[in-house]
């Protein structure tokens, strides 16, 4: 089972050998690809060959490319993560509208569940407030609880003057841990044989990734925990390590402990479960 991330910081030369990732820099360096779940390539001062991404690729290895701000910028998205892809993508065109509303409802539900819980340990009595929104989602979200907390829950976190449109090591923080678990979220959409493209909720037509923007809603408060705790007051290479940490932070899901990358994917196929079962009884959410 896939479980590295591998993060490539400075000027090398990636190839492949013989089922090993190489990594030709001041010293040579070797990792089996069946370890790699996560290729983060950091600097844009690498090189790297097209076997090499096409062997990560079989192998289902997520390649994320940061810009000239080591910022994660982009990711490769194979156009077959399954030998079944074409029947899923079929499937999943006519999935029944009612069961996408349905399972939306929950994934808003429980982000906020997670986000009131966070306030709950932070002993900030805001967490009140996000409870009765939690209680008062109703299909579709159509009255906008999530927004509403939202709203609540980031004042409560950083101080009513934070915004999200703001540039600074907080904001940073949840960008990049964001891009991390939307990046994992995709992974598994396009390994179970699905398109990223098609949401449940979110359909901008300039998003490749409406799906994994809605799947992966229930597991920002876990990068908000992150940045908390951490208190970042600036964001450069450690604090974006702490950030990496959290792929390989234990969790309960299926009342067992996983690390978060096997979560996300146990979760994101409980997904697919129930809007191809029509049974809302198989999602399966993270615990901490």
Same mark, same amino acid.
């Given at each position: 089972m896939s479980w590295?991330?591998?993060?490539?910081?400075?000027?090398?030369?990636?190839?492949?050998?013989?089922n090993y990732l190489v990594v030709r820099?001041?010293?040579?360096?070797?990792?089996?690809?069946?370890?790699?779940?996560?290729?983060?390539i950091e600097s844009t001062a690498v090189s790297l060959t097209t076997y090499l991404l096409n062997e990560l690729i079989k192998n289902k290895v997520k390649i994320i490319f940061c810009d000239e701000k080591?910022?994660?910028?982009?990711?490769?998205?194979?156009?077959?993560g399954s030998f079944d892809t074409s029947s899923k993508v079929r499937n999943q065109i006519r999935f029944n509208k009612d069961i996408k509303t349905e399972v939306w409802t929950k994934i808003v539900r429980e982000k906020i569940c997670q986000q009131k819980q966070?306030?709950?340990?932070?002993?900030?009595?805001?967490?009140? *407030?996000? /409870?009765?929104?939690?209680?008062? +989602?109703i299909s579709g979200d159509?009255? &906008?609880?999530?927004?509403?907390?939202? $709203?609540?829950?980031?004042?409560?976190?950083?101080?009513?003057s934070f915004s999200r449109k703001e540039d600074n090591s907080i904001n940073a923080a949840l960008n990049y841990g964001y891009?991390?678990?939307?990046?994992a979220i995709n992974r598994e959409i396009s390994a179970n044989g699905y398109l990223t493209q098609l949401g449940l909720f979110h359909n901008n037509v300039h998003n490749p990734f409406?799906?994994?923007?809605? *799947?992966? /809603?229930?597991?920002?408060?876990? +990068?908000?925990?992150?940045?908390?705790? &951490?208190?970042?007051?600036?964001?450069? $290479?450690?604090?974006?390590?702490?950030?990496l940490a959290l792929l390989s932070q234990e969790?309960?899901?299926?009342?067992?402990?996983?690390?978060?990358?096997?979560?996300?994917?146990i979760y994101v196929k409980s997904i697919f479960d129930v809007l191809e079962e029509q049974d809302e009884s198989l999602i399966s959410f993270y615990e901490l």
């Open positions: 590295r991330t591998v993060v490539v910081t400075q000027t090398c030369k990636l190839d492949y050998q013989q820099g001041k010293e040579t360096l070797k990792v089996h690809i069946q370890e790699i779940a996560v290729l983060m080591r910022n994660p910028c982009s990711e490769l998205v194979p156009y077959y966070l306030l709950k340990d932070l002993e900030k009595e805001e967490y009140l *407030l996000l /409870e009765q929104y939690e209680k008062n +989602v159509s009255t &906008n609880r999530e927004g509403h907390a939202a $709203k609540v829950y980031f004042n409560s976190l950083f101080g009513k891009s991390l678990i939307l990046s409406n799906l994994g923007c809605d *799947l992966m /809603e229930p597991f920002r408060p876990l +990068v908000d925990r992150a940045v908390v705790d &951490n208190k970042f007051e600036q964001f450069g $290479k450690e604090e974006k390590q702490l950030m969790v309960m899901i299926k009342g067992k402990k996983e690390k978060l990358l096997n979560a996300i994917k």
